[in-house]
């Protein structure tokens, strides 16, 4: 117990003394206290005076900074002035698009208010001079070497090389650019805005017109070939020239769509449709205009001499209907005309086309018209020039064969006899002729107006034998090259049974008018009279044999007979030499041991065999 007590004596005695010592403490700080607050009432003014020093700082340095963004702008602006002034160059053609676009968003922004004016200027000197970098490439573009257009053909898939990649590759960033600045459709208070559109509407004809000129100039010697030919071949050309006419309007054709693809990548106003076919349409103004001299001059050529040029028309006009569809395209839809040149000029070589077969059939019959209008006709016993035409003519149909068949079914079947006197069946028939039929016909009607036009030639003969074997020349040769001995693929095709009855029935018919008046005289010299011949009379025979034997002799020396078919002049000697070879045997055995000369080889010239050999002669 008494230790307990002990213990709590001493815990307040250090209670006493801690106490004390917290109270000294308490003293000691209220004294700092009261030396802070007399601190701070010293520090408080200068407090204030610093920070009014620190604000006049910031104000300064903001001054200062304020001051060197002007001179720096000041100084930006001046060259940026420079650069748009000086143009572009290909080193720093991207710095130039930056500073005009720069110069561009400041105005458009209204950041250089005080200075709008000059700034729209400037715009717009950057627009024109980059205008004026698009005009000089596409210029140098078009100054280049023209290609051959007909060599791309077909075109898909051969590319049209319009503008090289190069080029394309300069223009790209230009036109870019371009097609960015501000117009009065998408800025209309923009200040430059209508100034940059006449600028770009400008060089847009600008690139228009320089295209069009490379591009006739590509076409120009397409059209001199074309022409050229038409001028120095006898026949005009025929189809090739047909084709190669047809071929120039295609690869035409084929150019424009290339270039119009080209327009697209390269306008620089691709938003307005109606101004891309404006230009489109000036582009190909150049090759409106040479496709119009060019048909033209095929087709005044044609009109002069139609049945020269009649397959060229024929092609021509085959050629040219199969590309009305691509023109129609490209020429009109895209250009935005309503003119349709070659709607027209198809529809004017269709007409020439149809009227060329009456006309044909109507030439062959003039060959034997003795009128003043007919072409007149040298006979001989050679091939006639109107048999020549005729197998000519029909050599040509098998390569255009449909075109002729639609040409026919157009005229009408038989109607290509009208004005020739003929009359032309009106009547319905049992069922309208197909394309093969109508080649048929009119092919039939060619080859019976040939034989009906040798026929009444050979009548202005004056001597049979001469005339038949004319008759004979021109016949055979017509069934040889159109029967037996073709020589262009298709003839077999489109000559009809009917039609190949009709020549083996008049070559029969030319070889038995021959055998008759060329060698009729000769077995009518061995005729026998009834009761007997005299000895005058059977010298008389024998002499008149042989003389004419001589006369036929003469008579094939100088008139070929057969002289392109070897084989059928064999055949020929063959027939004769049946014909009068024992004739004149069978004569001989019955007169030659009679005493009706004192001298019977006076009379008898020659044996049978040498007779044959002379006959063989005719047709060597």
Known sequence: ?????????????????????????????????????????????????????????????STL??????????????????????????????????????????????????????????????????????????????????????????????????????????????????RS????????????????????REAQAGYAEMRGNWAKRCMEPGSRRVLGQLETQNDGGGLPVGQDAGQWVEAMLALAEAENETLLQLA???????????????????????????????????????LTHVWLALQLWASLTALQPVWDEVMRKRTGRKENELSEIVHAVRGVCLRSFPEFIMEIKLAASPAPSARQVELGTGTA????????????????????????????????????????????????ADDRELLDHYIHDVITTLTSTLTALAKTQRRPALASIFVLNNIAYVRARLLEAPTTAGIDEIMSTTTQSHLNSQYRTAKADYFSTNFTVLLTSL??????????ETKEKFGLFFDQLEEAAERHRFARVLGDDPHGREGLADDVVRLVIPALTTFLQKYKDKDFSKNPSKYIKATPEEVEKTIRNFYT
């Open 1 to 61: 117990m008494e230790d307990e007590t002990a213990d709590i004596q001493l815990l307040d005695q250090y209670l006493q003394k801690t106490s004390v010592i917290s109270q000294r403490m308490t003293t000691i700080l209220k004294k700092f206290d009261t030396r802070l607050k007399t601190l701070e009432k010293s520090i408080l003014p200068l407090h204030t005076s610093t920070e009014k020093l620190t604000r006049l700082a910031d104000n300064i340095d």
């Open 65 to 178: 900074r304020t001051i060197g963004n002007v001179a720096s702008q000041q100084e930006d602006t001046t060259a940026e002035e420079a650069l748009i002034v000086r143009g572009p160059r290909a080193a720093d053609l991207g710095a130039y698009i930056a500073a005009l676009e720069r110069l561009n968003t400041s105005l458009a922004f209204g950041s250089a208010k005080s200075n709008t004016g000059k700034t729209a200027q400037l715009v717009e000197t950057g627009a024109k001079k980059l205008s004026q970098l698009y005009t000089k490439l596409v210029a140098e573009a078009s100054s280049g070497n023209a290609i051959i257009p007909e060599s791309y053909l077909p075109s898909p898939p051969n590319p049209f090389p319009t503008i090289s990649r190069e080029t394309l590759k300069q223009l790209k960033p230009v036109v870019s650019a371009l």
């Open 181 to 200: 600045l501000p117009l009065p459709a998408t800025h209309p208070s923009h200040p430059a805005a209508p100034a940059i559109l006449a600028t770009l």
């Open 268 to 306: 620089l106003l691709p938003g307005m449709t109606t101004l891309i076919q404006q230009s489109f349409g000036s582009l190909c103004a150049p090759l409106f205009s040479m496709f119009s001299l060019t048909i033209s001059a095929i087709q005044a050529a044609v009109k002069k001499s139609l």
């Open 385 to 432: 020039d109107v048999t020549k035409m005729a197998v000519d003519y029909i050599y040509q149909i098998p390569d255009i064969q449909s075109t002729v068949a639609s040409a026919l079914r157009t005229l009408g079947d038989g109607n290509w006899n009208m004005g020739g006197g003929a009359v032309v069946n009106k009547k319905e028939k049992d069922h309208e």
């Open 527 to 536: 005729g026998e009279t009834k009761g007997g011949m005299s000895k005058s």
